[in-house]
C-alpha cells in the first residue's frame, strides 16, 4: 500500500512537472529565422528583467568603489536594454508574458550562491565580479547572433540596436577584465584572515 501511494506522487510530480515544461513551450513554433529571433528576444526581455532585479542588490555588495561604479554604469545599460527589448517586443506584436530564461536564473542563482559563501570582502569582490563578467559574455553573445539574425532579415533598425547593446556589454567585459586585472584580484589573492 505504502509503495502504491509512493508512486501514485512519483507519478503526479511528474505529470505536473511535465505540465510546467508543456506550458512554457505554449510559445509559437520556430519555422523561420524570424520566428527564433522573436523567440531570442522574448527570452531575453525576461533576462534582462530578471538581471535589472537583482543588479541592485549585488551593487550593494561590492565593497570596491571602482567595482561599484562599474557596475552602476552597467545598470544602466540594463535598463537601456530592457527598453529597448520591449519596444522592439510590443514592434513584432510578440506576447513575452509566458518566456522564462532559465540560463539567465541559473547565473543569477549561482552567482548569489558563490557569492553566499565568500567570507572576506576581497574574494567577495573577485567573485562577483567574474560572475558578473560570465552573464556579460552571456549577453554579448545573444546581443550579437539577434543583431546578426535581424541584419540577415533586413531589419537594420533593430540589428542596430541589438549591435549597440552588443557594443555596451563589450564596453562593460573590458572595465570589468581591467579591474580583475589590475585590482581586485590583486587584493582577493591575500586576503587578511582574522582570527577566530
Not at 27 to 54: C, G, M, R
Not at 125 to 137: G, K, M, R, W, Y
Amino acid at each position: 500500500m505504502l509503495i502504491s501511494m509512493y508512486g501514485m506522487f512519483i507519478r503526479l510530480y511528474l505529470n505536473i512537472k511535465n505540465h510546467k515544461i508543456m506550458k512554457e513551450h505554449t510559445h509559437q513554433p520556430i519555422v523561420t529565422l524570424h520566428n527564433l529571433l522573436d523567440y531570442d528576444i522574448s527570452k531575453f526581455f525576461n533576462a534582462e528583467v530578471l538581471l535589472k532585479n537583482i543588479i541592485p542588490e549585488w551593487i550593494n555588495k561590492a565593497s570596491s568603489v571602482k567595482l561599484k561604479e562599474v557596475l552602476q554604469r552597467y545598470e544602466g545599460f540594463i535598463q537601456q536594454h530592457a527598453e529597448d527589448l520591449e519596444k522592439f517586443i510590443e514592434e513584432e506584436g510578440i506576447n513575452a508574458l509566458s518566456i522564462n530564461n532559465r540560463v539567465m536564473k541559473a547565473l543569477i542563482e549561482e552567482t548569489d550562491e558563490k557569492v553566499c559563501n565568500c567570507s572576506d570582502i576581497e574574494v567577495n569582490d573577485a567573485c562577483l565580479l567574474a560572475c558578473i563578467q560570465a552573464i556579460n559574455h552571456y549577453k554579448i553573445s545573444t546581443y550579437g547572433t539577434a543583431a546578426a539574425f535581424a541584419k540577415t532579415l533586413g531589419m537594420l533598425k533593430p540589428a542596430a540596436v541589438f549591435h549597440k547593446a552588443e557594443v555596451n556589454e563589450k564596453h562593460i567585459d573590458d572595465r570589468l577584465s581591467q579591474l580583475a586585472k589590475f585590482e581586485i584580484n590583486n587584493r582577493a589573492k591575500s586576503p587578511i584572515v582574522l582570527p577566530s
